[in-house]
């Protein structure tokens, strides 16, 4: 709640929201109806696919979003904002603009920090355990929202990606002073956002 009260009047209209997310296909979630007495047979999975994606979003437009599926680290990251963040944003904004993320380990580790301070031009710091702050946890939800199959997930994700222009990402981003004044009414617990 300190953190909102701080960002009260922010200018938020340079800022890169980022985050990464994992998008799992057939996790066990299957809602069947049925007649009463009719047998179901559903396929089971024993290791449903998940895709990793990252991306950021601000009031001008969107990086390129990331697909992968290996285990995210310290130099995934790096090398993440070195190919789908740091031209873009400079492209947008200059050296003017400015980074989000949240706490981290793999955002927050020597390495990162090391790297950043020499490509990344300014940082915001973000509160701890605050997704529901974060504008690009809504596209997620979008995103996740659009598809059922994993036979093409990572075409799918990435064709719905590129649908979001700055007109659509506007709100989000422009939603940061209704999210922090929603943060200190509710006295620093989640919001519904």
């Not at 069947?32 to 089971?44: A, C, D, E, R, S």
């Not at 290791?47 to 979003?65: A, Q």
């Amino acid at each position: 709640m300190e953190w909102c009260k701080r960002m009260r009047g922010q200018n938020w209209s340079k800022v890169f929201f980022t985050d990464e997310c994992s998008i799992w296909i057939n996790s066990g979630k299957i809602h069947v109806w049925t007649k009463k007495g009719q047998p179901i047979n559903l396929p089971t999975f024993k290791h449903p696919s998940k895709l990793h994606i990252w991306g950021g979003i601000s009031v001008m437009g969107k990086t390129n979003l990331k697909v992968f599926t290996e285990n995210f680290n310290q130099e995934r990251y790096k090398t993440v904002l070195n190919e789908c963040l740091i031209q873009e944003a400079n492209a947008l904004y200059g050296n003017q603009w400015v980074l989000q993320e949240d706490n981290s380990p793999i955002h927050t580790g020597n390495a990162a920090k090391a790297w950043k301070q020499e490509f990344v031009p300014h940082q915001i710091d973000w509160p701890s355990n605050s997704p529901d702050l974060n504008p690009i946890e809504n596209l997620w939800a979008v995103l996740k929202k659009r598809f059922t199959s994993s036979n093409e997930l990572k075409e799918a994700i990435l064709e719905i990606w590129n649908t979001f222009d700055p007109e659509f990402l506007k709100p989000f981003c422009l939603s940061m002073d209704k999210r922090i004044r929603l943060c200190i009414k509710g006295g620093g617990k989640k919001i519904n956002y």
